[in-house]
């Protein structure tokens, strides 16, 4: 490992002194002290004190220290060690502001810093006493930074696609699998250089939960030095396409089926004006859905999407099946004539003395067709006299009792008039 190089810097802290008070000059030392006097109106700013911890990257460092209360900024030093003094390299104003990052730094090299507070007051400036020197080093080539996977991902039936962010000094990547069988991270693809930053894996089950890691490594000296796993991401691929197909139309409601496939739930979709609209969520042990309250005679259009949730649920991935599009049967509107319209016919049968009656139904079509009689003989009925049948048009159907028990052909909505046949 190469040998750390040395700088220092330093932040002072400047007081609200009164202008009676001796000032010091805008200067580059860290290290030249305050004479001060006593005096209500102000005082001297307070010893600056570095805080213990610190960032870094190969080029950069980030130090921080404590506010000083009074202060109306800060003046950070860097240790030059070429001019064996420590230099002014950075002037912040106002007593918040309690950080610095110093970047362009050598890697895998030891820095020094110091930081002073100070004070305008009345156009001048009056300095406190200098921090004691704080020593921050920058990464070595072989810190390798631990990689971050990125929360979203992309996936199909049958592959996924990861990615993360780029780990600076890496001279590439591993990316680990989770084995079931094995039941541990198996390697499954070694990626070089620092920008290669996703990866692709085929050839897995639709609708199927997986895991990856994701490490970085840097080659130097002939050796490779490894980062930290990431955590784990977990991934799903989508469902593979279920086949959708509809039965049992009526004229208001249809039945759809699907074929079952590995998911986690089902959502029936419809199109209207052009664009697919989520209808019904169901379960995914659901394959059939028997849609109601449709109107007749319309044309409707239907698709399943199945859908499948990774183990954190953050994603949900999607897959469609073929659309079909069925027509509901037309209603078959009654146009039997109103009772009003029933005309009562009638066939005498002189027997003696007597007369029998008996009656049936006669229909036609339209006013052109012929007549056609009901097969059988259906009832007798002795309030039918010839003059009663000789009335019939004045007679309603709710008066024929025959109206109870009138063959299957008056629901036929192709008759347009219908006849009660009496014959005696």
């Known amino acids: 490992m ?14 609200m002194l009164s202008s009676t008070m001796p000032a010091f000059a805008e200067e580059n030392s860290p290290d030249s002290s305050v004479v001060t006097e006593n005096n209500d109106s102000a005082s001297v700013p307070e010893k600056v004190v570095f805080k213990d911890s610190y960032s870094k990257t190969l080029n950069a460092v980030r130090i921080k220290w404590n506010e000083v209360s009074n202060a109306s900024g800060y003046r950070v030093y860097m240790f030059d060690s070429t001019a064996n003094k420590y230099k002014s390299i950075k002037t912040l104003f ?28 009345g156009g001048e400036t009056y300095w406190g006493e200098a921090s004691d020197a704080m020593t921050a080093s920058t990464k070595a080539l072989t810190d390798v930074g631990r990689v971050a996977v990125n929360k ?12 993360w962010n780029k780990v600076s000094n890496a001279s590439g990547y ?15 693809k070694t990626l070089y250089g620092a920008d290669v930053t996703e990866y692709r894996r085929s050839g897995l089950k639709a609708g199927t939960k997986y895991k990856f890691k994701v490490k970085a490594f840097v080659k130097a000296d002939g050796k490779t030095y490894w980062g930290t796993a990431s955590n784990v991401k977990n991934v799903t691929t989508a469902p593979e396409k279920t086949a959708m197909s509809i039965s049992d139309v009526t004229t208001s409601s249809m039945k759809l089926s699907w074929d079952s496939i590995k998911c986690s739930k089902y959502v029936i979709q419809s199109r209207s004006n052009g664009s697919w609209k989520d209808y019904k969520e169901v379960s995914n042990t659901t394959t059939s859905y028997t849609v109601n309250n449709l109107s007749d005679d319309s044309s409707y259009t239907f698709r399943i999407k199945a859908i499948s949730r990774d183990s954190d649920k953050s994603k949900t991935c999607s897959s469609y099946s073929n659309s079909v599009t069925q027509k509901t049967d037309k209603k078959q509107s009654s146009s039997n004539p109103s009772p009003s319209k029933y005309k009562i016919v009638y066939s005498e049968d002189d027997i003696g003395d007597n007369h029998s009656y008996w009656y049936g139904l006669i229909y036609r079509i339209d006013e052109n067709s ?5 097969v059988s003989r259906i009832g007798f009925d002795d309030k039918f006299s010839q003059e009663g049948c000789e009335e019939a048009s004045n007679y309603g159907l709710n008066n024929i009792e025959i109206f109870d028990n009138a063959p299957s052909i008056l629901d036929n909505p192709n008759i347009k008039y219908l006849y009660i046949y009496i014959g005696f």
């Open 2 to 15: 190469a040998m750390k190089k040395f700088l220092t810097v330093t932040v002072a802290s400047a007081l």
């Open 94 to 121: 106002g007593k918040n502001v309690t950080e610095y990052r110093v970047s362009g730094l050598s890697a895998d090299t030891e820095y020094k810093f110091k930081v002073k507070a100070f004070v305008k007051v």
């Open 152 to 163: 979203d991902y992309s996936s199909s039936a049958n592959a996924v696609r990861i990615n």
């Open 174 to 188: 591993r990316v680990y699998m989770y084995d079931t069988s094995k039941k541990d991270y198996v390697k499954v």
């Open 370 to 374: 012929i007549y056609s009689t009901s």
